[in-house]
């Protein structure tokens, strides 16, 4: 069966860095464009990141673009996104999402999430 695991969360103080992870497994990488999403306490889910299924082609939320890259490695089976600059606006729950199709914003498997707490 399909799954994603996230990995990789924790706290940081503002200004620092993670990187997230997302394995995945029961189906082909490769042919998917993959997201990630998070989810701020008491707020709504918030689209981060897409990448294309080659990882040729990244979109970026405004609010983190040039402080966050989204990457994969299809051989390994694993999603990436690496975060610098950290802000407190950051801290949620990350999600990485397998997306239906390249062109719509329908997600049809997620990961169970990773908390990312950015504090001083």
């Known amino acids: 069966q399909v799954q994603l695991v996230e990995s990789g969360g924790g706290l940081v103080q503002p200004g620092g860095s993670l990187r997230l992870s997302c394995a995945a497994s029961g189906f082909t990488l490769s042919s998917y464009w993959m997201s990630w999403v998070r989810q701020a306490p008491g707020k709504g889910l918030e689209w981060v990141s897409d990448i294309s299924s080659g990882g040729g082609s990244t979109v970026y939320a405004d609010s983190v673009k040039g402080r966050f890259t989204i990457s994969r490695d299809n051989a390994k089976n694993t999603l990436y996104l690496q975060m610098n600059s950290l802000k407190f606006g950051d801290t949620a729950v990350y999600y990485c999402?397998?997306?239906?199709?390249?062109?719509?914003?329908?997600?049809?498997?997620w990961g169970q999430g990773t908390q990312v707490t950015v504090s001083s």
């Open positions: 999402a397998r997306k239906l199709t390249s062109w719509s914003g329908v997600f049809d498997y």
